[in-house]
């Protein structure tokens, strides 16, 4: 299985500390899946991410998504899944 996360920020905020922590579970309880992080800006997570084996690809959003912070963000890839009709 692929699993691919979006974190906004790159610094360490609660959020942050929540997402370090459901990598490490689900890295130990299912070695075999591969992971993945986005992250909107860089910053400590990165490095942190990496030292549980997912390094993170940093992708800056475009200045008005930026602007809009995390919510927004998650709005906008919310709206693109609905948007976009499901492969089967």
Partial sequence: MR???LSASGHL???ERCLLDLVAEIRQTHPGWSLHVL???PGPL????STL???P???AFPDPVARLGES???LLALGGKL???ESR
């Fill in 53 to 55: 084996g997912v390094p």
């Fill in 39 to 41: 992250l909107g800006a």
């Fill in 46 to 49: 990165s490095a942190r991410l």
């Fill in 57 to 59: 690809s940093v992708l």
């Fill in 13 to 15: 905020g609660g959020a």
């Fill in 3 to 5: 699993v691919v996360y």
């Fill in 72 to 74: 927004g963000a998650s």
């Fill in 83 to 85: 948007a976009m009709p």
